[in-house]
């Protein structure tokens, strides 16, 4: 027995499915990591891995990266949690919001969930109506009201509508598909007076990837706007990952909200929601909104996320990013086409699809995703790991190198001719 194995033996006695989050259960069990550099993930077992899955998006620069370390650890000699402002909030907030034009004002928080959770009760509290539109299959972390049709874990173990929810609370979810103008509109032209927001993720990254259609979020922010309705732009993963501006920059739309993490954090956790400055005034003490947290802004996920941020500034890494994702993509196209398969990427995102492209989430329930499970497997004993389903997506970091691409394009060619 693997010491993994052993290790999963105990934790299911412990722990719902072993695991401390659904998607990290792993059939016939998860690997246990022992430690993690540059693009290798290592496990207790001594295997060693090339990540595509990089913790589900916010290492963009690689496991350890030497300096995010030296960040931390001179935080760490000066104490790592105050609870009063420090310099760096004040820093950082300043680089967002040069890098985000639509956030003139922003709240450090300690999750991607809990940025989606203030910046919905911000909206609802901000127009005084109670509705949100949200997108099926997106998912905006595990909280109630957008606990519906969610994507991710909620979408790989079948869950789409959680227990424990009540249908009260989810009665003002509305739900359109990704990629449908018509559906929004109607929507919007019937429920104008009731809906405070629409969330969105701009690019999908928890229903498999999913790309938006030419003018999709142009077309969202003019309907939105017409109806009075603000727009939430869900980038918690888009964030510093499609640009240095998230998709905002990328496709030149603009949100009235935003949220951001995971990259924002440099690996330790985060969440920010910030927007327009009228919108922002009606947070506690100066509104009537209330939003708070004991780690909210801590020093440690300040000094990692910010010399994230700083070094994607700087560098500016991402037409290589982007460059080394295709060359994955484009060398397997081949292989897949034979079995009927599709992939498809932008920026350092990348999916690879058992069955058709999907537009939305319905066509990405069509997917095989006992396929990817068997694909996912055989890639892993070669020493490739990918997010462990269909309806997550791939990441690539700056530590990835040629060599690596190489060897996971010829790996990936060889497995996909054992399916
Ligand atoms: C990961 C994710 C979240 C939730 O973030 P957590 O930090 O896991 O709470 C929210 N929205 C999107 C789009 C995400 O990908």
């Known amino acids: 027995?693997?010491?993994?194995?052993?290790?999963?033996?105990?934790?299911?006695?412990?722990?719902?499915?072993?695991?401390?989050?659904?998607?990290?259960?792993?059939?016939?069990?998860?690997?246990?990591?022992?430690?993690?550099?540059?693009?290798?993930?290592?496990?207790?077992?001594?295997r060693e891995y090339i990540d595509y899955c990089l913790a589900y998006g916010p290492?963009?620069?690689?496991?350890?990266?030497?300096?995010?370390?030296?960040?931390?650890?001179?935080?760490?000699?000066?104490?790592?949690?105050?609870?009063?402002?420090?310099?760096?909030?004040?820093?950082?907030?300043?680089?967002i919001t040069k890098l985000y034009p639509s956030i003139e004002m922003l709240r450090f928080v300690n999750t991607g969930s809990e940025a989606t959770m203030a910046a919905i009760r911000l909206a609802r509290g901000y127009t005084g109506k109670k509705g949100i539109v949200k997108v099926e299959g997106s998912f905006h972390g595990a909280h109630d009201s957008v606990l519906v049709k969610a994507g991710s874990g909620a979408t790989t173990h079948g869950v789409p509508n959680s227990a424990g929810v009540p249908e009260e609370y989810v009665k003002y979810t509305y739900q359109v598909p990704y990629?449908?103008?018509?559906?929004?509109?109607?929507?919007?032209?019937?429920?104008?007076?009731?809906?405070?927001?629409?969330?969105?993720?701009?690019?999908?990254?928890?229903?498999?990837?999913?790309?938006?259609?030419?003018?999709?979020?142009?077309?969202?922010?003019?309907?939105?706007?017409?109806?009075?309705?603000?727009?939430?732009?869900?980038?918690?993963?888009?964030?510093?990952?499609?640009?240095?501006?998230?998709?905002?920059?990328?496709?030149g739309v603009k949100p009235d909200l935003t949220t951001l993490g995971k990259i924002a954090g440099g690996g330790l956790p985060i969440g920010i929601y910030g927007g327009k400055r009228e919108i922002m005034e009606m947070i506690s003490p100066l509104g009537p909104v209330y939003q708070?947290?004991?780690?909210?802004?801590?020093?440690?996920?300040?000094?990692?996320?910010?010399?994230?941020?700083?070094?994607?500034?700087?560098?500016?890494?991402?037409?290589?990013?982007?460059?080394?994702?295709?060359?994955?993509?484009?060398?397997?196209?081949?292989?897949?086409?034979?079995?009927?398969?599709?992939?498809?990427?932008?920026?350092?995102?990348?999916?690879?699809?058992?069955?058709k492209e999907p537009k939305n989430y319905s066509d990405a329930l069509k997917l095989d995703s006992k396929k990817f499970l068997d694909f996912f497997s055989l890639l892993l004993k070669e020493g490739v790991f990918l997010p462990p389903s269909q309806y997550e997506t791939c990441f690539l970091s700056v530590a990835h190198s040629e060599e690596d691409i190489e060897k996971t394009v010829e790996v990936m060619k060889a497995c996909l001719r054992k399916l």
């Open 59 to 95: 290492l963009i620069l690689g496991h350890a990266h030497p300096k995010v370390k030296e960040a931390i650890l001179e935080q760490i000699e000066k104490g790592w949690l105050y609870g009063t402002p420090i310099e760096l909030e004040v820093i950082f907030a300043e680089l």
């Open 292 to 355: 708070a947290g004991t780690f909210s802004g801590n020093p440690l996920t300040l000094s990692a996320g910010f010399t994230t941020v700083k070094y994607l500034v700087e560098n500016k890494p991402y037409k290589i990013l982007e460059k080394r994702t295709k060359e994955i993509v484009e060398n397997i196209i081949p292989e897949l086409e034979k079995l009927g398969y599709s992939t498809s990427c932008i920026a350092s995102m990348f999916g690879i699809y058992f069955g």
């Open 1 to 46: 027995m693997t010491k993994s194995e052993e290790l999963y033996k105990k934790a299911i006695n412990l722990m719902p499915a072993g695991v401390s989050s659904p998607v990290r259960a792993i059939k016939p069990y998860p690997f246990y990591t022992e430690k993690a550099f540059g693009s290798k993930i290592v496990d207790v077992d001594g």
């Open 179 to 251: 990629n449908d103008v018509e559906s929004l509109s109607s929507l919007l032209e019937k429920k104008r007076e009731e809906i405070a927001a629409m969330i969105l993720e701009p690019v999908m990254g928890n229903s498999s990837l999913i790309l938006p259609e030419e003018n999709y979020l142009r077309e969202v922010r003019k309907i939105t706007k017409e109806n009075d309705v603000l727009l939430i732009f869900d980038e918690v993963i888009t964030g510093f990952r499609l640009s240095e501006g998230g998709a905002q920059q990328y496709y």
